[in-house]
Antibody
Framework: EVQLVESGGGLVKPGGSLRLSCAASGFSFSNAWVSWVCQAPGKGLEWVGRIKSKANGGKTDYAAPAKGRFTISRDDSKNTVYLEMNSLKTEDTAVYYC???????????????????WGQGTMVTVSS | QSALTQPPSASGSPGQSVTISCTGTSSDVGGYNYVSWYQQYPGKAPKLMIY???KRPSGVPDRFSGSKSGNTASLTVSGLQAEDEADYYC??????????FGGGTKLTVL
């Protein structure tokens, strides 16, 4: 079964750190571009950042709120992507999803603009 | 980068058609044909419904269609069914390897 499973969420104090993991199975993980998307309670989706495949340089890009505080990395030997979150703020409280770029039926790859497989999400609560 | 603008709610009766708008700028929706739409049920992960403005992934009913005019993209759900009641989010590539989402629209089937 093609799936992504997030873990590592929990309660952390403002200013603290947390590392989320996203474990993939059922597909060729090393070729996948993986994004993190968060959703604050009762709010909409927000793109956090993305890591490209190593074949595409493994480049990372981040949304403005994450830049300088969050780091995305990958370990293809473990089929896992990580989201390292530092200097956490109360407004970072959200469910964090990892998601895979979509390969369409004509061979087009949408690593930056469309996501077909999503994990179940992991909750991060930043509170004192 | 600001979020795309969607109406907070939309509704329609079974069998009717409903259109949800997604307004951005020339730097995102208007500048690229990389608008996607997602369906999300409460407590569940989003599901890709439309990509590249008008294209449907395999398995998505053809009752769902997408379009774009200028800086506004739209999702139309035809022949509304009870199971279509969900939250819908648009997203657009915004250049410089950045993606932006809309605020979401709650679709109610009356």
């Amino acid at each position: 079964e093609v799936q992504l499973v997030e873990s590592g969420g929990g309660l952390v104090k403002p200013g603290g750190s947390l590392r989320l993991s996203c474990a993939a199975s059922g597909f060729s993980f090393s070729n996948a571009w993986v994004s993190w998307v968060c959703q604050a309670p009762g709010k909409g989706l927000e793109w956090v950042g993305r890591i490209k495949s190593k074949a595409n340089g493994g480049k990372t890009d981040y949304a403005a709120p994450a830049k300088g505080r969050f780091t995305i990395s990958r370990d293809d030997s473990k089929n896992t992507v990580y989201l390292e979150m530092n200097s956490l703020k109360t407004e970072d409280t959200a469910v964090y999803y990892c998601t895979r770029g979509y390969s369409d039926s004509t061979g087009g790859y949408h690593g930056d603009d469309a996501f077909d497989i999503w994990g179940q999400g992991t909750m991060v609560t930043v509170s004192s | 980068q600001s979020a795309l603008t969607q109406p907070p709610s939309a509704s329609g009766s079974p069998g009717q058609s409903v259109t949800i708008s997604c307004t951005g700028t020339s730097s995102d929706v208007g500048g690229y044909n990389y608008v996607s739409w997602y369906q999300q049920y409460p407590g569940k992960a989003p599901k890709l419904m439309i990509y590249e403005v008008t294209k449907r992934p395999s398995g998505v009913p053809d009752r769902f269609s997408g379009s774009k005019s200028g800086n506004t993209a739209s999702l139309t759900v035809s022949g509304l069914q009870a199971e279509d009641e969900a939250d819908y989010y648009c997203s657009s590539y915004a250049g410089s390897n950045i993606l932006v989402f809309g605020g979401g629209t709650k679709l109610t089937v009356l």
